[in-house]
Each structure stands twice: as C-alpha cells, then as structure tokens.
C-alpha cells in the first residue's frame, strides 16, 4: 500500500492550498484517513481526520480554516487550507488506517510528506 500526497508549495499569508493524498496498492477497505503535519524542531500534531462515514475531527489549531473531505472510490482524501499563516508552515502527512485484500488486520500507512511555506 502507497499514499501519495500532492499540493503543496509556497503560498501567502491568508492564502489558500489544496492538498490531495491518493492510496493505491492492495486495500481491501480503508477506515479513517486524515493529515497531520510537522513544522522544523516540533512535535507531529493532527490536523484533521474523517472516518469512511464520514466522521471528521480537526486539530486544536485549524480553527475552522481547513476542511478535510474524502472520495471513498477513489480512495484519496483531500485537505482544503484557507487563511493559512506563517505558522502552519510544516510538512504535511496523510494517514490512512487500511485493511489489505486477504487479510482482517488493520495497519496504519503515511505518505511521502507535502511540504507547506506560508510566506510573503
């Protein structure tokens, strides 16, 4: 199983970025997906998560400024920043919690990382 983030990059203070991550491999279902992020020197945090119901749980910090969304189909989660400042730069991770075709365990799969600068 691979995820595979996109949609990073530099952007303005009070900007907007799209980030998309797309699992691909042998899923046989995947339960919750979601982002987190890590800036230089910190600690991972959560950004958001949401459940293949549709469920959805954000990070103290995203403060209504982020939505997390997801195609079940397509197995892709999504992660819409808006009014995004300094700090949030970081590196961005997606997460997906997956059940491999053929087996009942489940495990948790990170992508490559996208990385995020907010700056003028």
């Known amino acids: 199983v691979q995820l595979q983030a996109s949609g990073g990059g530099l952007v303005q203070p009070g900007g907007s970025l799209r980030l998309s991550c797309a699992a691909s491999?042998?899923?046989?279902?995947?339960?919750?997906m979601g982002w987190a992020r890590q800036a230089p020197g910190k600690q991972r945090e959560l950004a958001a998560t949401?459940?293949?119901?549709?469920?959805?749980n954000y990070g103290d910090f995203v403060k209504g400024r982020f939505t997390i969304s997801r195609d079940n189909a397509k197995n892709t989660v999504f992660l819409q920043m808006n009014s995004l400042k300094p700090e949030d730069t970081a590196v961005y991770y997606c997460n997906a919690n997956v059940r491999q075709i053929g087996t009942s365990r489940r495990r948790d799969y990170w992508g490559q990382g996208t990385l995020v600068t907010v700056s003028s």
């Open positions: 949401i459940t293949s119901g549709g469920r959805i």
């Open positions: 491999g042998s899923i046989g279902s995947i339960d919750v």
